[in-house]
């Protein structure tokens, strides 16, 4: 048997429902595998029809429970749905984060939902990396909607808007809410917000500051543009969750009739098709010489004999010869 004939047939039990083939896939392209050029083409004329919905937000807000009462609802609509969480902090792969496992229990046993824990520390490029790739495993395999949690550490949320076609911001009542999402940019890239933990004093303030914040960021934007709904959940019990469904369908609808899909979509494959040429020229760098012009060239750059400017010229060269 041919590897392709073993990565296709993979493929196709992972669009037959076969978690362990999915899961199996996502390794295979979250290791960089021998394999990950061959899985890359056989996936590629299978992609492009999953839906990427990205939660972010700070620790605690309630993403986890959010994702898993979205899952519900996409189920309730007879699509498949996979989760990944990513977790940029993280050394720990492959299974469910323990607190997320807890909380996707009621989908554990449901063929329907597919439940995946990603760290991408250490992985070059970080989420650009590894997620995009886990990505494209999910839509081959005939999921409708992909939901991408990701911990809110600063880069994270705004490389988690690369990944999706449309981004949920959340928040919680208390102090300071606001001021830290103008700090953390998360005005610019939330489609949607969400205030979580409606039940809990101060949401309705926490709605007002954000309205307020942004009529504030739009007031100079030209041509059609979105405005971020802002939709009040509670969801460790479900409530708001139709609206929150309502609110992502809406910014969906207006992407496709605005060409927004389209170009978030350009853009997201061209940070893939830059992260991936990126790491190959710095593995091809750390080649040259047998591994040792960088080196050679730092040390005559260090002691002042060359500039590092004609020392980045070498290297260059040095990959055309
Ligand atoms: N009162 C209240 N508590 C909630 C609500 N939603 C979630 N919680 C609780 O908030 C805590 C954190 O929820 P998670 O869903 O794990 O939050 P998270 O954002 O995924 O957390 P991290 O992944 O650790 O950043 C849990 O104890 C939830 O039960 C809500 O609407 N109201
Ligand atoms: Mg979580």
């Known amino acids: 048997m041919t590897r392709t004939v073993e990565v296709s047939d993979l493929v196709d039990r992972a669009r037959a429902g ?54 519900s609802a996409f189920r309730e609509q007879g699509k498949r749905v996979g989760v990944l969480a990513v977790d940029p902090s993280s050394p720990f792969s492959g299974g469910a984060l323990l607190g997320d496992r807890v909380r996707m229990q009621d989908h554990a046993t449901d063929p329907g939902v597919f439940i995946r824990s990603m760290a991408t520390r250490g992985h070059l490029g970080g989420l650009s990396w590894a997620t995009p790739q886990a990505l494209r495993v999910l839509d081959a395999a005939g999921f409708d909607v992909v939901l991408v949690e990701t911990v809110g550490v600063g880069q994270s949320e705004v490389e988690v808007v690369s990944l999706a076609d449309s981004t949920l911001v959340l928040l919680a009542p208390g102090m300071g809410d606001g001021i830290q999402a103008a700090k953390a940019g998360i005005l610019e890239v939330a489609d949607v917000f969400v205030v979580n933990k409606a039940d809990r004093d101060g949401a309705d303030a926490t709605a007002r500051d954000l309205k307020y914040m942004i009529s504030l960021g739009r007031r100079d934007r030209e041509g059609p543009s979105w405005r971020p709904p802002i939709v009040k959940t509670v969801a460790a019990r479900g409530e708001g969750v139709t609206e929150l469904v309502e609110a992502v369908d809406a910014h969906h609808a207006w992407m496709t009739e605005h060409g927004e899909l389209e170009r978030r979509r350009a853009q997201r494959a061209a940070s893939e098709v830059e992260a991936i040429a990126v790491a190959q020229l710095r593995s091809r760098i750390g080649d040259l010489r047998g591994g040792a012009a960088l080196e050679q060239l730092a040390k005559r750059v260090a002691i002042g004999e060359l500039d590092p400017y004609t020392a980045a010229d070498h290297l260059i060269e040095g990959l055309q010869a």
């Open 18 to 71: 076969q978690p362990r083939a999915v899961a199996r896939l996502i390794s295979l392209v979250e290791d960089a595998s021998p394999h990950l050029r061959e899985v890359a083409e056989v996936l590629a004329p299978l992609t492009g029809r999953a839906r990427v919905i990205g939660l972010t937000g700070p620790p605690g807000v309630g993403k986890s429970t959010s994702t898993s009462v979205l899952v």
